[in-house]
């Protein structure tokens, strides 16, 4: 039974950081990626970034460098680094993970970031 569970989201004022953790209990699928969604409020999920086993990432373009996915495997975590934040980033994000080339399999609970 895989368990995804965030934390480290809070209020943060305009241009401050915030880094959020992930831990990952349970066994992902062999291989498996990693990721951050948000939810911004009226809005739908929006997929920010993704990391792959072997180290390869993606973000939304919209973030422009500002955010930073990274994991520790010995301590099954995954980060997500966010600088320079803005008001337009207060959502509440979500941590998955999901096989090679498939949509995510597993989420976390959320965890509410403030800008303001």
């Known amino acids: 039974h895989v368990q995804l569970v965030e934390s480290g989201g809070g209020s943060v004022q305009p241009g401050g950081s915030l880094r959020l953790s992930c831990a990952i209990s349970?066994?992902?699928?062999?291989?498996?990626?990693v990721g951050w969604f948000r939810q911004a409020p009226g809005q739908g999920r929006e997929g920010i970034a993704s990391?792959?086993?072997?180290?390869?990432?993606i973000y939304a373009n919209s973030l422009k460098g500002r955010f930073t996915i990274s994991r520790d495997n010995a301590e099954n975590t995954v980060y997500l680094q966010m600088d320079g934040l803005k008001s337009e980033d207060t959502a509440v994000y979500y941590c998955?993970?999901?096989?090679?080339?498939?949509?995510?399999?597993?989420w976390g609970q959320g965890t509410q970031v403030t800008v303001s």
């Open positions: 990391l792959a086993s072997d180290g390869s990432s």
């Open positions: 998955t993970t999901r096989p090679s080339y498939s949509p995510p399999d597993h």
């Open positions: 349970g066994t992902p699928s062999p291989g498996y990626c």
